[in-house]
């Protein structure tokens, strides 16, 4: 059926572009508002909070009478007055200027009055509060500067903990050095000698496991270094050409660039790189799939393993402390 509208139906090809022009207008309408309302924002942008603009509001000198507030101060009189009460309809019976100046308040989300275009007050409200900010208690000290724990063994227990539980390894490292302390009662550097075997064991045994990953790791890097000759290279893909392909040599002249050349060893080498990019597809879309389904690829099998045997061999140690430093370790020792 077909549901007519204003003259058009749900299905008439003229209403398609008319609901479009009509988004866009609105859309536009919607963004000039937020764009006019950008006086509102100015505590966010100076970095004070809501408190701090209502404790440096009361500090100035006004009245609640608008009227006998010095102009410097107006236009922070009537954004921060607004915020302090909260009532729309109090701010608008105590300030009927606006009215009378013929500007359209505009109420955002965050509940600031703004208008449809600059005026003085937004001008003079933005430089007072610029001359307010010191008052603001938002912005770091000197001596807050100084604190700044510039390593992991100089901070507290909770940043620690919050660290090692998104799986920052040296904050893992550290919370695991001070529990070291707390079971043993040692200082800090007898703590970190027991952490030193510790690691030892950690990494023990992984140079032979960890031969996959660099028989890996060297045959891409050969194979992708050897397809370049392989292809463009006239003398390799001739011998290449001579010994495992035997297929027709083209007359010089079609062999006389690079290309050419490539155009011609195309014709055996584009099975054996298609087919290779195909299987290596297929393996990264088969590891996806075990992620789903909680099966533990290699590399997650080898880390769990090596953790359990960190815990067997240090078990006067919290357990999940252990795990979770050896987990996020590499396979190979850092230096």
């Known amino acids: 059926s077909v549901v007519?509208?204003?003259?058009?139906?749900?299905?008439?090809?003229?209403?398609?572009?008319?609901l479009l022009v009509t988004s866009i207008l609105r859309m536009n309408l919607l963004r000039q508002r937020v764009l006019n309302a950008r006086p509102s924002l100015w505590a966010y942008h100076a970095g004070c909070s809501t408190t701090s603009m209502v404790g440096a509001f009361e500090t100035l000198p006004h009245t609640r009478n608008v009227t006998t507030t010095p102009p410097e101060y107006r236009g922070l009189h009537n954004l921060l007055l607004f915020r302090a009460t909260g009532d729309k309809l109090a701010f608008k019976r105590q300030h009927p200027q606006?009215?009378?100046?013929?500007?359209?308040?505009?109420?955002?989300?965050?509940?600031?009055?703004?208008?449809?275009?600059?005026?003085?007050?937004?001008?003079?409200?933005?430089?007072?509060?610029?001359?307010?900010?010191?008052?603001?208690?938002?912005?770091?000290?000197?001596?807050?500067?100084?604190q700044l724990?510039?390593?992991?063994?100089k901070m507290d227990n909770v940043s620690l903990t919050v660290l090692s539980g998104m799986g920052q390894h040296s904050a893992r490292r550290e919370v695991l050095i001070r529990h070291?302390?707390?079971v043993d009662e040692v200082p800090y550097g007898e703590a970190m000698e027991t952490f030193a075997k510790i690691r030892e064991a950690n990494f023990e045994g992984m140079y032979l496991l960890g031969l996959p990953f660099q028989f890996g790791a060297i045959s891409m890097?050969?194979?992708?270094?050897?397809?370049?000759p392989l292809v463009f290279h006239l003398g390799t893909v001739e011998w290449f050409n001579e010994i495992f392909v035997t297929a027709d040599?083209?007359?010089?002249?079609?062999?006389?660039?690079?290309?050419?050349?490539?155009?011609?060893s195309w014709n055996w080498m584009e099975p054996v790189l298609g087919t290779g990019t195909f299987v290596l597809m297929c393996v990264q879309y088969f590891r996806i799939n075990m992620d789903h389904l909680g099966i533990k690829p290699y590399t997650h099998r080898l880390k769990s393993g090596r953790a359990q045997r960190l815990v067997r061999l240090?078990?006067?140690?919290?357990?999940?402390?252990?795990?979770?430093?050896?987990e996020t370790a590499t396979i190979y020792m850092e230096k």
């Open 4 to 18: 007519p509208f204003c003259g058009w139906s749900l299905f008439d090809p003229t209403y398609a572009p008319l």
């Open 98 to 146: 606006w009215k009378r100046r013929g500007l359209t308040p505009i109420w955002n989300r965050h509940g600031i009055s703004s208008t449809s275009r600059r005026t003085q007050d937004d001008d003079d409200a933005k430089k007072a509060l610029l001359k307010s900010s010191s008052r603001c208690t938002n912005f770091p000290t000197v001596e807050d500067a100084k």
């Open 149 to 153: 724990p510039m390593a992991y063994r």
């Open 180 to 182: 070291i302390m707390a």
């Open 221 to 228: 890097v050969v194979s992708g270094t050897i397809c370049i």
């Open 249 to 264: 040599v083209p007359p010089e002249k079609d062999l006389e660039t690079w290309l050419e050349v490539g155009a011609w």
């Open 314 to 326: 240090f078990s006067k140690y919290d357990a999940e402390i252990l795990m979770n430093y050896s």
